[in-house]
């Protein structure tokens, strides 16, 4: 499985945005990438995920740049809501447009938010 | 629509003992995936069913074994429990199956194990 490379930790302000960056430049073609965020106490929740081309929900938006060897996760407005461990994970995408069930964790971007 | 639910939340066990953990996925998921959390090792798959049939596994011993009922429930066991079988486990289902729509997986709160 390709590999993700995220800072341990980052600090961000109230009401500021938050740029979480990811690097995995052995991404295949195929691999999809995928965020989730685990809270405390909490278990991990999907925050967004993307292909190619830049996507945005109502929680955040993903920047993937152009050669696909890294992303970005873009909170808008950070709230201490959002302070959690954000995990950056691709998936193989499979025959049929999806992809493979299970997710690799790695050890993730610890996020904390000060008011 | 009701979230996985995870029973049961806390559990106490000895070593040697055996444990069972049970998980109802969101209606409609007929994928259930396990994890095992803990603080040494993170978030670790174990095992994925998809219409009662494993279909993925991760590196564990065969003292972790699963199954999934034909209404999707899952149950997790785990047998001679070792002290290092401590951990958070995590439940998380999907709408697998559905062509060109991508996996989402959906995680119910966890079952805290302490081992004694």
């Known amino acids: 499985d390709a590999k993700t490379t995220q800072p341990n930790s980052m600090e961000s302000n109230e009401e500021e945005p938050v740029h979480l960056p990811c690097n995995h430049s052995t991404i295949s073609g195929t691999d999809y990438i995928h965020w989730y965020r685990q809270l405390p106490s909490q278990g991990p929740e999907y925050v967004i995920h993307g292909l190619t081309s830049n996507v945005n929900n109502r929680m955040a938006s993903l920047a993937i740049a152009e050669d696909r060897k890294s992303s970005t996760l873009i909170l808008h407005r950070a709230t201490l809501r959002d302070a959690a461990v954000y995990y950056c994970i691709l998936k193989i995408r499979i025959n049929y447009g999806g992809s493979q069930g299970n997710l690799i964790f790695g050890k993730g971007t610890k996020l904390s938010v000060k008011p | 629509k009701a979230g996985v639910t995870q029973t049961p939340r806390y559990l106490i066990k000895t070593r040697g003992q055996q444990v069972t953990l049970s998980c109802s996925p969101i209606?409609?998921?007929?994928?259930v995936s396990w994890y095992q959390q803990t603080p040494g090792q993170g978030l670790q798959f174990l095992f994925e069913?998809?219409?009662?049939?494993?279909?993925n596994k991760g590196n564990f011993p065969g003292r972790f074994s699963g199954r999934q009922f034909s209404n999707s429930r899952s149950e997790m066991n785990v047998s001679t429990l070792e002290l290092g079988d401590s951990a958070l486990y995590l439940c998380?289902?999907?709408?697998?199956?559905?062509?060109?729509?991508?996996?989402?997986?959906?995680f119910g709160a966890g079952t805290r194990l302490s081992v004694l």
């Open positions: 209606s409609g998921h007929r994928s």
């Open positions: 069913y998809f219409s009662e049939t494993q279909r």
């Open positions: 998380a289902s999907s709408s697998m199956g559905y062509r060109g729509r991508e996996n989402i997986q959906y």
